[in-house]
């Protein structure tokens, strides 16, 4: 804090450099200083400092000579009046708004109303309104005068009124704390009941009011009785002033002065008459003080004394816990200084700054958007164009528009500041939550349901069509709210999922890590204040408004009287947040929550909040206008300009323009809820070892323990087993999200272990723990059928080539007590079965060559890569890591995956020569690379379904057709019903034991290998490329007499009620071998044959044998005729009910409802037939008891 003089002999404050006057006894201190002063800076009257322009006349002198204090209305612009003798002015805003600004007042003399603009009303205190507030029951001003003088009572639609000043009402206004009748009824007879307080709250004695626990003992009265301001501990005076005995501090000069300034005298008597002698003031640092204790040393005002008893040290005020200045904080010794930022002006205290211009409140009020002066207190709605609930609302100055999200549009639309119009953003999005990047020019928003964070380019005269990407979309639980620093470019967003957090990543998704992740509820609500460089949010299940450094260190939270926290904004030195179950948008002082004021009450429910003003969304660097991104470009930590791509498009080597990609090879993580693609195009041009490629996260919907994956590329279908529910489920991709799961197989107390699929017929090879054979089921009619059974143990891992008919899996057996692993091939028919390698460990993900004659594998017990050439059995391995976890091919060349303290994946450069790779930020249980290369060409399965009527298996030297467990085969390609099994019973799919019908999948295993329990959903699997089967029959008319199944509905796979999920026709081919149609007779699918057929599957052609009469199930058509009476008559009853019932009360909305908003408008779920509170037509008015 001090400089030496140049000989040394002593040393002055940097104060007191340059300043004018020579304080060195060399004058060294006054050389070397500035004659001239640069851009921006004032030069202090005497020709020799020069400070800041910012610094000129903000109340507080800098030069020595105060000559940045004087003549002020010609040094700073925008002043408008000066007071304080000339040492201060202040703008034209200032003037008259309510605050003073200048120490003498003259800035609130002689104000004179200004007059409202047409279509306002003014209020008798000069605020203006909305004229169409003028007597509508709900006061607006803040002396309530526009519900006064009108000519009739208000129509109330809350149907709760004031019983003399006539104002409508909501049964949450009664007895809150605040009156809002005139007449004051709705603040009479409040019983007062014992409260149960907050985690973070004290008790006031009367048991009748909760307050911050920060409040105790903080030297204000909060609780009725005061008794928070009890019992506190002593406060520790600081080193310049007197410690009285029984409390309080006294300045050091009325010490031993003979007069008892102390409450009990203790500044007084004792060893006063002691004085300080010389060599005591000389062992002090800086004084001697005489008290009743005898001499002392003591510190002046701003310095502290050390343990020592005689070093005073500098304080720094600017490290207090209580920040001493609003903006910035400059500590000296002894002293410090406060500075506001550009824009700001100094408060005449000389800590607090305020904006030049009124800063304007946003907040959505249902579906309007209300425009509030923080000064003026004028009130101005904005056209929304919606009817339900905005719940997030930005702002971009630049463009003076409003940009929102509401419930009942998939969409992101924007208002008009100063045209009344409204537009549309983008459309086909779900927008939990909006924020504007006004730096990088995008616009930011959330999907909670796809779990994803997205930008898009804002509109401009350059930018007609904006492009759009996907910033981050892995490990996204359910995110919520989400707030931006484009000044840092770093955005924040809070999770309210399984793990309750706030994280914050950079605007590109980079450098993401959680800051909070204690002291939380549930926070539905951020915001974040660049003047203290603090985080906020609002938690609805503590009822309370937290903060935290950037960095998530020092968290408060404010447990006040709000009882439903939803939105909030910082501004300044106060805080703004709106309360969706009081119906008010209020402001409180951001360091304590105290000075809390009403700034919107309506009947209708609050939720956006944003405050508004230019000076928020000026910089003096753009850094994206100097990049030169051909798409997007968006904002990384520091900030830094970062190109980004649309979806489907790649980042070039340049990181500047986006392009198709040349190579289609594709590489898919599994992790428990996410997948991620990865073009391998991209992987060479990561920026870091610990950057992802240019990637995109799809969440799995409703999958929470995904485990193995497979994936048709020409039907841009993933299939997927999930271990927490035991199933199998096929999620097509569309417009980079995935579709809800289709659930194809789930099985019981078991796990499925491997999983292929045969992407030329769709048919999927799988194993489980406790079912240990390889089964093929086929995706499109759900037959089932065993490959291999004999000798086979738990499998691990299953390959296909579907090109060469070729399988391979690895098998562990235990014989004697001993588990080995073999690496074993046949054809994809089971047939040629052989061992290809027997001293595996623990084989993992299979995989073949392209040209099917190799097979790869991670052993991970002993980290190697293995591979087998299948007609040579030529064995190779290589060592890579102790931690392998798994294995892909690119182009016949690996790729791997090793989980050690991070999950990284390796790949070979684009030489082949140095082992390359890339971390992954997220747990991944699988992966494989697929393209359209690897998924081309074909076998004798491919067209017309090999014409098998079941299942068609490729093998080497053709193809082979199976039937269905329960079937046999009728000829080489069709089947009919085995009659293995008595009447109501099944056969297992080990062929070996037969159950009862309803046994199966009824919940409880009976079948010895679990197979009862084998249960699928009544929804096949629609190729877009092909559908396996018998396509020639299409232009069959299905039976119209056809019942139709119950939504949802399980059947056993391995039954011949399986047929129920094949279209009619196709059923009445492979059921009825082509000669009639299906129909359902008690429980069962029977066969109605065509004439001159008859027996269980037509077989019988009559012409050839006329032993037996023609039947024809007359049976089963009396049961299906007293099905479809039934089911007509069942939905004419619900549909009856329905119109029937009494319409739903009007009710709020919670955050549960607007977090299970429907994804599609095609399917709305209950909780969007749920609007938030709005009026109903009025019926019946009940006014509170005067």
Request: charged share 25%; aromatic share 6%; hydrophobic share 30%.
């Amino acid at each position: 804090a001090s400089k030496a003089c140049k000989d040394n002999s002593e040393c002055v404050l940097y104060d007191h450099v340059c300043d004018g006057e020579v304080d060195c006894r060399d004058g060294s201190d006054e050389e070397d200083c500035q004659s001239k002063c640069t851009k921006g800076q004032f030069q202090c009257g005497h020709g020799r400092k020069c400070i800041e322009q910012t610094q000129v006349c903000d109340g507080v002198p800098q030069c020595q000579d105060r000559s940045d204090e004087r003549d002020c209305s010609g040094l700073v612009e925008g002043c408008s009046h000066q007071c304080d003798g000339r040492s201060r002015c202040v703008p034209s805003s200032f003037l008259c708004d309510g605050e003073r600004d200048c120490q003498d007042g003259t800035d609130e003399l002689n104000c004179v109303e200004k007059p409202c603009s047409p279509g306002e009303f003014q209020c008798n205190s000069g605020q203006c309104v909305v004229a169409s507030m003028h007597c509508d029951g709900h006061p607006d001003c803040i002396d309530q005068s526009d519900e006064e003088r009108c000519s009739k009572p208000p129509v109330c639609a809350t149907k709760l009124r004031c019983p003399h000043s006539r104002e409508c009402l909501v049964q949450e206004w009664l007895c809150d704390g605040d009156q809002d009748c005139r007449d004051g009824t709705d603040e009479k007879d409040c019983q007062v009941t014992p409260v149960s307080c907050g985690e973070f709250q004290w008790t006031c004695k009367s048991k009748t009011k909760c307050i911050p626990a920060s409040w105790r003992c903080d030297g204000s009265r909060d609780c009725e009785d005061g008794s928070d301001e009890t019992e506190c501990d002593v406060v520790k005076c600081p080193s310049h002033q007197f410690q009285c005995r029984a409390g309080g501090c006294l300045d050091s000069g009325l010490v031993c002065n003979g007069v008892g300034d102390c409450v009990d005298g203790s500044d007084e008597g004792g060893s006063c008459g002691v004085k300080c002698t010389e060599e005591k003031r000389h062992s002090c640092s800086q004084t001697c003080l005489n008290t009743p204790q005898g001499p002392r040393c003591s510190c002046s005002e701003g310095y502290r004394l050390l343990e020592d008893g005689v070093t005073c040290v500098d304080v720094d005020e600017c490290e207090a816990r209580t920040p001493v200045c609003s903006h910035i904080c400059t500590n000296s010794p002894g002293s410090f200084t406060c500075y506001c930022h550009p824009g700001y002006i100094m408060e005449p205290d000389g800590r607090h700054c305020k904006i030049t211009g009124e800063p304007l409140l946003l907040s959505s009020i249902l579906n309007d958007l209300f425009v509030v002066g923080l000064r003026s207190g004028s009130v101005n709605v904005l056209p929304s164009s919606t009817k339900k609930a905005i719940l997030s609302v930005d702002y971009d100055w630049r463009e003076r528009r409003v940009y929102w999200d509401s419930l009942d549009s998939d969409s992101i639309k924007w208002s008009s500041l100063d045209h009344k119009i409204t537009g549309t953003l983008i459309e086909g999005v779900r927008a939990d939550s909006v924020a504007v990047d006004w730096l990088g020019r995008n616009l930011y928003w959330i999907d909670g349901v796809k779990s994803q964070i997205f930008a898009i380019q804002l509109p401009s005269p350059t930018v007609t069509r904006p492009d759009f990407t996907v910033i981050l979309d892995e490990d996204l639980d359910q995110p919520r709210s989400l707030a931006l620093l484009p000044q840092k470019g770093l955005m924040f967003w809070t999770e309210i999922g399984t793990i309750v957090k706030i994280e914050r990543a950079g605007m590109d998704g980079s450098e993401r890590r959680a800051v909070v992740t204690s002291s939380l509820g549930w926070p539905v609500g951020v915001a974040l204040d660049p003047i203290s460089n603090r985080v906020y949010w609002t938690d609805q299940r503590l009822r309370a408004i937290g903060s935290a450094t950037l960095d998530g260190e020092d968290i408060q939270i404010l447990q006040m009287e709000t009882i439903n926290p939803f939105s909030l904004a910082v501004f300044n030195d106060m805080m703004y947040w709106s309360d969706t179950k009081r119906r008010v948008v209020q402001e409180a002082t951001k360091l304590t929550g105290k000075n809390r004021r009403v700034l919107l009450k309506r009947p209708r429910q609050p939720f956006g909040v944003k405050v508004m003003h230019p000076l928020l969304q000026t910089s003096i660097e753009w850094p994206c206008e100097a990049k030169g991104c051909s798409h997007l470009c968006v904002l990384a930590p520091g900030p830094r300009a970062v190109c980004k791509c649309p979806p489907g498009l790649l980042l070039s080597e340049d990181g500047l323009a986006c392009s198709s990609p040349v190579n289609t090879a594709l590489l898919l993580m599994l992790a428990p809820s996410t997948v991620t693609q990865i073009y391998l195009q991209s992987r060479h041009t990561a920026f870091g070892l610990k950057d992802w490629p240019e990637h995109s996260a799809l969440q799995l919907p409703s999958i929470n323990q995904a485990a193995i994956l497979d994936y048709s590329f020409k039907d841009s279908t993933l299939f997927v087993t999930d271990d927490s529910t035991t199933s199998l489920s096929y999620l097509q991709i569309k417009d980079g999200a995935l579709s809800r799961p289709h659930q194809l197989l789930r099985i019981l107390d078991d796990t499925i272990t491997a999983m292929a699929l045969d992407w030329v017929t769709l048919n999927v090879y799988w194993s489980s723990s406790k079912q240990q054979r390889i089964h093929v089921t086929s995706t499109t009619n759900m037959y089932t059928a065993v490959v291999l059974k004999e000798g086979i143990g738990r499998v691990e891992s299953i390959a296909l080539h579907p090109q060469s008919g070729r399988a391979c899996f690895a098998n562990q057996v235990s014989e004697a007590g001993d588990t080995g692993a073999t690496i074993e091939c046949s054809n994809m028919d089971g047939g040629e079965r052989r061992v290809v390698w027997k001293d595996a460990v623990t084989p993992a993900s299979l995989v073949f060559t392209s040209d099917g004659k190799s097979v790869y594998w991670a052993d991970t017990s002993v980290g190697t890569i293995s591979s087998v050439q299948l007609d040579e059995l030529a064995y190779t391995e290589f060592k890579v890591a102790d931690d392998l976890a798994a294995v892909a091919l690119n182009e016949d060349v690996p790729l791997w995956m090793t989980t050690g303290d991070v999950t990284r994946v390796w790949f070979l450069d684009e030489q082949q020569q140095n082992k390359m790779w890339f971390e992954v930020g997220t747990k991944v249980v699988s992966l494989k690379v697929f393209s359209r290369a690897s998924h081309k060409g074909s076998n004798q399965c491919s067209v017309d379904n090999g014409g098998c009527s079941h299942l068609c298996l490729p093998t080497a030297e053709g193809r082979s057709c199976r039937c269905a467990h329960d079937h046999a085969p009728l000829n080489s390609t069709h089947c009919h019903p085995h009659q293995h099994c008595p009447t109501g019973s099944r056969l297992c799919l080990d062929q070996l034991s037969c159950q009862p019908i309803d046994k199966f999948c009824n919940g409880h295993v009976d079948c010895p290998d679990h197979s009862d329990e084998n249960c699928r959903s009544l929804q096949k699997l629609k190729s877009s490329g092909m559908v396996p089967g018998h396509t020639h029959h299409r232009n069959h008319p299905p039976p119209q007499s056809f019942p139709a199944l119950p939504k949802n509905a399980s059947t056993s796979l391995n039954t011949s009620e399986g047929l129920w999920t094949v279209d009619l026709e196709q059923c009445s081919f492979t059921r009825c071998s082509g000669r009639g149609r299906c129909l359902v007779v008690d429980g069962k699918m029977q066969c109605a044959c065509s004439l001159l057929y008859r027996g269980e599957s037509c077989e019988d052609n009559l012409l050839k044998s006329l032993q037996e009469p023609l039947v024809y199930g007359a049976v089963g058509l009396a049961t299906l005729v007293a099905v479809i009476v039934a089911l007509v008559i069942f939905r004419r009853r619900r549909n009856d009910e329905t119109s029937g019932a009494d319409p739903p009360a009007v009710r709020e909305t919670s955050l549960t409802e607007i977090e299970t908003k429907a994804e599609t408008k095609a399917e709305p779920s209950p909780s969007t037939q749920t609007s938030p509170t709005e009026p109903d037509k009025p019926e019946v008015t009940k006014e509170l008891k005067p």
